[in-house]
């Protein structure tokens, strides 16, 4: 999520009305005012909307949503004879550039601050962290065109941005903090990406960090605006984002040609929508004339094509609007959702439980009756835990995370009873009997299915209670069953059982083993009991 | 008054008769110990029936070594009868009592010692310690000095006189039930009949019982409860899927660019593993990369299969509803499902790393973006919540999108969850000709509000007191 700040004085000139209007109306564009403070407010916008992540972006957006001003903004682009050559050698390195010559602007404290947050935030939301579009922005009046993008040596040396001495460009991924931050994003090529004058000045190595030379200061009147990456879409997005912004401004934009083709144009898209099918969808009834006054107030430029078509421009700085029906929320958002009727569907249907839920239902009815109570476990947990702690060997089905955040989240459950003797443990101080029972997922070789587990703790737990409680639990979920001497080491030896059905055992009780028990930190003995609800008759098969 | 117990009956019977008594008479009386007289005696004071005095009385013993000198006089006393006119000191040294003797003679001034020669001082004698020594209890400075040389105990002794009152008096004669009281009923006495000239104990009701805690669910298990039978009763049909899922059913069908924030090892958690891909995967390929044939432009760039095939603990249900359209692609279908997904979170208060989303989806001909809000104030209405309200909002494969919100007493708007149309990018690749409405919603957000929590990790690691204490019925208001 992206929170752009909002300064109030700068936001009213541009929006040629009052803060209170704009802030009460601004959520319903799609944003959350996070806060307000004495000069400015601070707003999320969604990532789907980076034309909104600067002032004049908002600006733009609200005078069309408050009728001040509708319809598609245009914006003239002159060419400014600027030339842009591409090396070859980059097609497998940073293959795309996108440019602009950005004239008339007269910065101060804010609209500096409002250019670089706007910079970071394309970073971010177009950008992925700069590894598909990265920005750079330069005084023009500081290099001589023609310029050239090139694939360098990574020995040549220039003053990166707030720097003082030369470096070449290995030590600035070493030592220039954005240099460490982004090392990984060029640091396997050859060569890297380098944007140099026709004096071999260097502007910047993107996506790293600029040079100091080109450093945009209060001073600065006109702009050099390059932007690489490695889709074109998203690279001409971000261009078109920041040069409508400045545009908003007060600036002038001009276009350079890189490799022979003219850019930007900043001229929008074309799309023709149904209004049948807007109104199908929406479940509103508009009319064409009606649906393009709608479009017209969300910044498009819209024409009523006969009774079923709205002609619609696209402003170049859309970049979320791909399919119509992207249109046709726009068209939602300035009607008003409160002003959406809603009214249920009406075709009659017949709600279902799900077999493996409905069986949970059935399960925690018996552990209720045998007096037991429910706890929630996390399904995450450790090796120690499921394992180490129960004296098992590792189950060779459990899965294991890629990149646990922590040491007692790195697999997921196979078995219950472990998380339950871990509950026993963390509720020490609690008053005895405890009775503690779980249902729940459990995950072996990638496939999900429901466990059942049930434990008590007190002085007279033993293996008696838990043959009991497990054959209680048998004989109301109807299972037929037989058990035979077990052999797992979590349990005493001569007090422990497994349970077997069809052939395949799907249980395991008995009382647990006191080597377990010190573990756990338990100071009373412990029946316990696990059934893999597959046994059930009719369990379903995933 | 409470009814009186057994024993206080028999108290005040006996006290009736002895009128004003000491507790060791009573005591030999009833047969108990004048503990447990004095403990009846208390009680049938609380009920105004008798009165009882605690009486401290002090008095003095001797002790062993005291005891010798009352009846052989001090040992300064008995110095003094041998130094008589005058002696040596050498010859005072022989007798046994000197070493004791002698420190108290100089201490008190009643001798002096010249050359070698001890005399008397005249006109000053022992006598007062004497006559102190033989009659403690008569107290004084020479009977604290006695104590102080550990010769003379002083003892208290308590004693409790015990008085009937008019109040008691009067219970007595108006005849109070002796028969002896029995704890339990047995079998013999319900077969026998005996049971009519049983005297069963009387217990008192003013006093709380030992806590009883019955087997229960988790009050979080309620919760998914009630909304499962919301749910059903709105005729939704229940779905249940795994935990593991393919990233081509978690983001890929969702029309989720392989390049998104949310698919990134920080946020997922990816497990190493891959599942074939499924048949038909291709139309899936061809939406992200150009839009297929539909109106949409896709995400451009390329779509790899290797990242689509690696499995990860599912981020959303949305995985588990969307193969069951892609399985199910004929209208109408109403289906939902609650269950546990899976984000890369460190855990804290409020965030955790696996929480349950409820997920519900409706396909059908002509359903619309009206019918997707009327479900939802439906369902919200149903859970207790009478605010309801949507706002524009964005979630990557629903276009349009909304966020609900509703409205809590005393906290006010609160955010409960998004919804919208599955994109067509979505839908046409499975085959599916109708418009998808479909919700979700974070359940441990309604289980933190409704059961007070501040910390989100007590649903899962409950302290048992916590569970113990969570009525099964709450008092519901507002939703909470």
Redesign the interface.
């Known amino acids: 999520m992206a929170v752009i700040t909002l300064p109030y004085k700068y936001l009213e000139r541009l929006t040629k009305t009052d803060r209170k209007t704009i802030l009460e109306k601004v ?4 944003s959350d005012v996070e806060r307000m403070e004495e000069d400015h407010a601070d707003v999320e916008f ?4 980076p034309d909104l992540f600067s002032p004049e972006g908002v600006a733009r957006a609200m005078r069309g949503f408050l009728g001040i001003e509708t319809g598609l903004p245009v914006y003239p682009v002159k060419p400014s004879g600027i030339t842009f050559t591409i090396d070859p050698m980059l097609a497998a390195i940073r293959p795309v550039l996108g440019a602009a010559v950005i004239r008339g602007v007269t910065f101060d404290d804010e609209s500096i601050q409002s250019i670089m947050s706007l910079q970071e935030s394309l970073h971010w939301a177009v950008g ?1 962290g700069r ?2 579009v990265a920005i750079g922005i330069h005084d023009l009046d500081t290099v001589e065109p023609p310029f050239h993008y090139i694939a360098s040596p990574r020995s040549r040396r220039f003053v990166p941005l707030d720097c003082t001495e030369e470096m070449t460009m290995d030590e600035i991924l070493l030592k220039h903090a954005k240099g460490q931050e982004y090392a990984n994003l060029v640091k396997d090529f050859d060569r890297f990406p380098l944007i140099v004058d026709s004096g071999d000045h260097v502007l910047s190595f993107p996506p790293i960090i600029n040079s100091e030379r080109t450093k945009v200061t209060m001073k600065t009147k006109n702009i050099i605006l390059d932007t690489t990456g490695t ?3 998203a690279v001409l997005a971000a261009v078109n984002i920041i040069c409508t912004a400045m545009a908003e401004g007060g600036a002038r934009i001009e276009s350079v040609t890189i490799n022979g083709v003219q850019t930007p144009t900043l001229a929008p898209a074309e ?1 023709t929508v149904s209004v049948k099918e807007c109104n ?5 009834h508009l009319s064409a004339a009606e649906m393009a006054a709608h479009l017209e107030r969300m910044r498009f430029g819209a024409r009523a094509e006969g009774p079923d078509a709205v002609n619609v421009l696209v402003p170049c700085y859309r970049a979320d609007i ?5 249109t ?2 726009d068209v ?2 300035a009607y008003g ?2 002003r ?6 009406e ?8 077999p ?2 409905e069986l949970g ?1 059935v399960a ?1 009815e018996i ?14 947990t450790s090796e120690a835990t499921l394992f180490g702690k129960m004296r098992r060997s590792e189950n060779t089905g459990v ?5 646990p ?2 040491v007692d ?1 790195t697999v ?1 459950r196979t078995e219950l009873v472990p998380l339950l003797m871990e ?1 026993l443990s ?2 020490r101080h ?1 008053e005895l009997p ?3 029972f779980t249902i729940g ?1 459990v ?1 072996e070789c ?3 299915y429901q466990k059942a587990g049930g434990i008590s703790m007190h002085p007279g737990a033993d293996f008696s209670e838990a043959y009991a409680f497990m054959d209680a639990m048998l004989r109301e979920l109807s299972i037929d069953y037989c058990v035979r001497e077990s052999s797992d080491e979590a349990f005493i030896e001569g007090r422990r059982g497994d349970v077997f059905t069809g052939g395949k055992k799907v249980g395991v009780f008995g009382e647990i083993h006191p080597a377990v028990l010190n573990a756990f930190e338990l100071e009373h003995p412990v029946a316990a009991f696990e059934l893999d609800l597959r046994a059930v008759p009719g369990y379903p098969a ?1 | 008054m409470a009814e009186l117990t057994q024993n206080e009956k028999r108290l005040l019977t006996v006290l009736a008769r002895e009128g004003c008594t000491d507790a060791l008479n009573l005591a030999q009386h009833l047969d108990a110990t004048a503990d447990a007289v004095v403990q009846w005696a208390y009680l049938a004071m609380e009920n105004r029936l008798a009165k009882v005095d605690r009486i401290v009385e002090k008095d003095f013993v001797y002790t062993e070594e005291g005891r010798t000198y009352a009846e052989h006089g001090l040992p300064e006393t008995q110095l003094m009868a041998l130094i008589g006119t005058g002696t040596t000191l050498a010859n005072l040294q022989k007798h046994e009592a000197f070493r004791i003797g002698f420190g108290q003679l100089r201490k008190k001034g009643l001798v002096t010692v010249t050359d070698g020669n001890v005399s008397t001082v005249a006109g000053r004698s022992t006598s007062e310690d004497e006559i102190a020594l033989k009659n403690p209890h008569k107290g004084g400075e020479r009977v604290k000095d006695l104590i102080k040389r550990g010769l003379v105990l002083e003892t208290e002794t308590v004693r409790y006189q015990i008085t009937i009152s008019p109040a008691g008096m009067l219970a007595v004669q108006q005849g109070l039930d002796l028969r002896e009281e029995q704890g339990t009923l047995t079998r013999e006495q319900i077969l026998s009949g005996n049971y009519k000239d049983l005297n069963l104990r009387k217990y008192d009701i003013g006093k709380l019982p030992k806590k009883a805690y019955p087997g229960k669910t988790h009050p979080y298990q309620r919760i998914i409860d009630e909304m499962r039978e919301i749910l059903l009763n709105m005729g939704f049909t229940e779905l249940y899927g795994g935990i593991v899922q393919q990233s081509f059913w978690n983001f890929d069908a969702l029309f989720q660019p392989q390049d998104h924030p949310a698919r990134e090892m920080q946020d997922t958690f990816y497990l190493n593993e891959t599942l074939p891909l499924p048949d038909g995967y291709k139309r899936v390929k061809a939406m992200h990369q150009s839009g297929g044939e539909t109106s949409s432009t896709g995400w451009g760039g390329v779509w790899k299969e290797e990242r689509a095939e690696q499995c990860v603990l599912r981020t959303h249900t949305t995985s588990v509803s969307i193969q069951h359209l892609a399985n199910n692609p004929n209208p109408p279908l109403k289906a939902f499902c609650i269950g546990r997904v899976y984000r890369r979170e460190t855990i804290d208060t409020t965030h955790l790393a696996e929480f349950e989303q409820l997920e519900g989806i409706v396909m059908d001909k002509d359903v619309n973006f009206g019918n997707l809000l009327g479900i939802l104030r439906v369902f919200y209405h149903r859970m207790g919540f009478e605010g309801v309200r949507f706002k524009p909002s964005y979630y990557p494969y629903t276009e349009p999108s909304l966020d609900a919100e509703v409205f809590v007493e005393g906290i006010g708007w609160i955010e409960m969850g998004g919804a919208g149309i599955f994109r067509e990018e979505v839908t046409a690749p499975l085959g599916i000709q109708c418009p998808v409405l479909a919700w979700g919603l974070g359940v441990s957000r309604i289980a933190m509000l409704r059961l007070g929590l501040k910390d989100l990790r007590q649903l899962h690691h409950s302290d048992v007191a916590f569970l113990r204490e969570s009525p099964a019925l709450r008092q519901s208001k507002g939703g909470l």
């Open positions: 959520p319903l564009i799609g969604f990532p789907d909307r992925r590894s598909k889709e074109r879409k799309r199908k969808l929406l479940g509103i791909m399919h119509d029906w992207d046709f929320e939602a958002i959702y409160e959406i009727s809603d009214l249920p569907p075709t009659f249907t017949v709600g279902k439980p799900h493996v839920q239902r925690r552990f209720c009756g045998l007096g037991f109570l429910e706890v929630m476990p996390f399904t995450l899965l294991h995370v890629m990149h955040i922590t989240n997921v509950f963390m509720n609690r405890q009775r503690l997922d995950v990638c496939a999900t995933l």
